[in-house]
């Protein structure tokens, strides 16, 4: 089943603009992750963070978890056109260790 | 450093057919999992290896079948294929089980 919930699920904007996204899911975690997919491909995984931390920063990617709202956000600063991929997060539940995604928030970004 | 791969890239298959799909981890890695991705949606888990036995399942039928081999690769079977199995399958590694899972480029699986 699919735990994690991406909002929004499209998102358009130019380079150099900031990209914000959200995921929101249902049970407790151990920790939280984001993926990037290019086109159907494989993820690559951005960042990991756990339910003890609150932020986490790579790069140009800030991350934050709000376990209270069961909430996390995805900043991706200064975006480029390569930045252009669908964007999912995953959680693992204390119960198990399957990772459980949402459907993506498909990011378009233009020139 | 070889992350994950995958085989077959692609693959087609008739209604009934079986399928075996392989997959190597990420050197150092010892935890194998699978996941299914049907068009437009996110990856839905399918089963865990881990010390060469299965660890938990994701709610998919018993014609989804896995071995994890000694050098820590692994397989995914499926028998009786429908024409709701076509998706891409992903492999993920990961060194114990609730660390970063990498995932492989994938195998998409068309069945007609």
């Known amino acids: 089943s699919q735990q994690g919930e991406e909002d929004p699920q499209a998102l358009s904007i130019q380079e150099g603009e900031n990209a914000t996204m959200n995921c929101s899911y249902k049970?407790?975690?151990?920790?939280l992750q984001w993926y990037r997919q290019n086109s159907g491909r494989g993820l690559v995984h951005l960042i990991l963070?756990?339910?003890?931390?609150r932020e986490k920063h790579s790069g140009r990617l800030r991350v934050t978890l709000d376990t209270s709202k069961k909430s996390s956000s995805l900043l991706i600063t200064a975006s480029r056109a390569a930045d252009t991929a669908s964007y999912f997060c995953?959680?693992?539940?204390?119960?198990?260790?399957?990772?459980?995604f949402g459907k993506g928030t498909s990011l378009l970004v233009t020139p | 450093d070889a992350g994950v791969t995958q085989s077959p890239t692609h693959l087609i298959k008739t209604r009934g057919q079986q399928v075996t799909l392989r997959c190597s981890p990420k050197s150092g890695h010892d935890t194998v999992s699978w996941y299914q991705q049907a068009l437009g949606q996110g990856p839905q888990f399918i089963f865990q290896?881990?010390?060469?036995?299965?660890?938990q399942r994701g709610n998919f039928p018993d014609r989804f079948s896995g071995h994890q081999f000694p050098n820590y690769s692994s397989e995914l079977n499926v028998n009786a294929l429908l024409l709701g199995d076509s998706a891409l399958y992903l492999c993920?590694?990961?060194?114990?089980?609730?660390?970063?899972?990498?995932f492989g480029p994938g195998t998409r699986l068309l069945v007609l």
């Open positions: 290896y881990y010390e060469e036995e299965e660890r």
């Open positions: 995953a959680t693992d539940e204390d119960s198990g260790y399957a990772l459980n």
């Open positions: 993920a590694s990961s060194f114990g089980r609730r660390e970063t899972q990498y």
């Open positions: 963070i756990r339910s003890n931390e």
């Open positions: 049970t407790s975690i151990n920790n």
